[in-house]
């Protein structure tokens, strides 16, 4: 049974993210999500049958045509994500996938060939590999990742396949002489496009698994990440108006014009982002955890749990509707990222899934 009366005013998910593994083989410095240990989790984490159950009730929900979007961790080391995109496929669902590219060389062919639509892969350098591999925590993450988006490129073209191949990059002080070269690979070989993210708390990036949330609203920027920001005001703020410029000119960097905006104002004065940009986050998505928990903010608890109710009730349920008047509150500098941003990636993604496009002059994530 529904729980809330308030059903006319909530609007239906236009995000939905399926968190399917806490774990990873890289150990990024923006990201804490490694400090949990594969041995913890892995017998605790949804069964492919499961996973299943929440893909049906996806559709059922939302109807044929909705986007998923695989992400964790690292979603490719679920073996059953080439089955799960399949099952999406069959249920009439289009299916993207993030990674980090590490592990995945060897399943090129399987990918270009599998029902996943989109795959963007995280990528913070392409002059100097050494500034990857630093953020990465890896010495050989910049060759096996450029490997990968290689690959995938090289057996798409060879297939004539569809798969839309984009790179994800996080924007700190060591790689902005990065970000330009980073739209111009993106352009120069063919891939669906590029999209950027400042760097953001490392231990907001947590394992879903440690069950951490946040105070969020009396949330205070750690120094550490204060410093960064100062770093990176001046020079921040110049490539970011290179960026939009190269946007103009038709690169596609999905990120709106509206983000880059935020980003530059960000930079200057972080406060003024809390002050002046709404976190709707709540209103437009949720994601579904390892252990199938749903959020609706990756920051705030859970707002129920898909092996006891049908998603709709957890949509529409007073936790939820709890979480979204907690957002109205929010502190943190998290609303700067894609996910509250219309248009940015995840939506232009969508939107050239459903229209049948590669987008390959300047696209989404
Ligand atoms: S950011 Fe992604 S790739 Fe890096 S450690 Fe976290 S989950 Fe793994
Ligand atoms: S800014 Fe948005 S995503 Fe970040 S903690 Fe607040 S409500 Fe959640």
């Known amino acids: 049974m529904m729980k809330n009366h308030k059903d006319k005013k909530i609007r239906k998910p236009s ?23 594969a041995a913890d989790v892995i017998e605790k984490e949804l069964t492919t049958d499961e996973w299943k159950c929440v893909l ?27 089955e799960l995109a399949s099952y999406a496929k069959s249920l009439g669902l289009h299916a993207a996938s993030m990674t980090n590219g590490y592990s995945i060389r060897h399943l090129a062919e399987r990918i270009v060939d599998s029902d996943i ?18 953020s990465r925590g ?37 790689n902005l002489e990065e ?15 590029i999209m950027f993210q400042i760097i953001d708390d490392v231990d907001a990036f947590h394992s879903f698994y440690e069950h951490k949330c946040y105070d969020t609203e009396h949330y205070r920027m750690p120094d550490a990440l ?3 920001y100062q770093k990176m005001s001046v020079r921040g703020g110049e490539i970011i108006s290179q960026l939009m410029e190269l946007k103009k000119e038709g690169y596609v960097i999905y990120n709106t014009f509206e983000q880059l ?39 705030m608890s859970p707002v129920g749990n898909v092996k006891d109710e049908k998603m709709e009730e957890i949509w529409k349920g007073s936790n939820a509707c709890s979480c979204r008047a907690a957002t109205k509150n929010c502190k943190m500098y998290c609303r700067l990222l894609n996910c509250n941003f219309d248009k940015s990636h995840k939506s232009l993604v969508h939107r050239a899934v ?6 390959l002059k300047g696209y989404r994530m």
């Open 117 to 134: 639509d989109s795959i963007s892969i995280s990528l913070n350098a392409v002059n100097d590999p050494e500034i990857h591999n630093a």
């Open 179 to 193: 970000i330009i070269p980073l739209a111009r690979f993106a352009k120069e070989n063919g891939l669906t496009g």
């Open 354 to 359: 459903h229209k049948g496009i590669r987008i």
């Open 15 to 37: 995000q939905i993210t399926l968190d399917l593994t806490d774990r990873c083989q890289l150990q990024c410095v923006t990201c804490s999500k490694w400090h949990t240990s």
């Open 226 to 228: 204060k410093d960064q």
């Open 261 to 299: 905006e935020a980003m530059r104002t960000f930079l200057k004065d972080p406060d003024r982002i809390v002050r002046k940009i709404p976190c709707d986050v709540a209103d437009t998505g949720m994601g579904i955890d390892p252990y199938g928990e749903v959020r609706l903010c990756f920051n």
């Open 56 to 82: 049906l009730n996806i559709r059922d929900w939302l109807g044929e045509g909705a986007s998923i979007w695989f992400s964790g961790g690292e979603p490719f080391l679920r073996e059953d994500i080439f």
């Open 138 to 174: 890896r010495k050989d993450a910049f060759e096996k990742t450029m490997e990968a988006i290689l690959s995938l490129k090289k057996i798409r073209e060879e297939k004539g396949g569809r798969l839309n191949i984009s790179i994800a990059t996080i924007i700190f002080p060591d």
